[in-house]
């Protein structure tokens, strides 16, 4: 209001046209600024909206998941990008949901069952029990 009175102001017939582009470029400054507080906004809350487990799995040191039987370097990248970074992380995970990862990837005909109970074994660090596993084991799947 106090823009519009100010530019009203004049001694003549009509209003007050000089300063004007004052006007507008205080306006555009305000919507700029309108637009970065948005965008801003929208940033953490997509980082907000991140699994607490990936979040907590991304402060861990990773694990050499090639370990597991089937699983190659494609897989590891693929888990990694899912949040999927330790034996821990593979152990606890669903394999409905490993498995729409790897859907999702392109990689469909991999089988996450039989990684998860390798992933179970190797997160205790009993590799004697994973290595008796996995002799039992032709791509990650009993024979």
């Known amino acids: 209001m106090f823009a519009l009175l100010l530019l009203s102001e004049g001694g003549g017939a009509g209003p007050n046209t000089s300063l004007s582009w004052l006007l507008y470029i205080v306006g555009a400054f305000f919507l700029l600024m309108v637009v970065v507080g948005w965008l801003s906004s929208r940033r ?9 487990e990936a979040k907590k799995s991304s402060r861990k040191e990773s694990d050499d998941l090639i370990k ?3 699983i190659g370097p494609k897989v590891v990248k693929v888990l990694r990008e899912a949040g999927i970074t330790t034996f821990d992380d593979l152990a606890r995970a669903k394999a409905p949901d490993v498995q729409k990862v790897l859907a999702d990837a392109g990689l469909q005909m991999m089988n996450p069952e039989g990684w998860i109970d390798q992933a179970k074994l190797a997160s205790k660090g009993d590799f004697a029990a994973l290595e008796k596993m996995q002799a ?7 024979k």
């Open 44 to 52: 953490k809350n997509s980082q907000a909206a991140l699994p607490h």
């Open 68 to 70: 597991i039987e089937g």
């Open 136 to 142: 039992e084991m032709k791509g990650g799947r009993r």
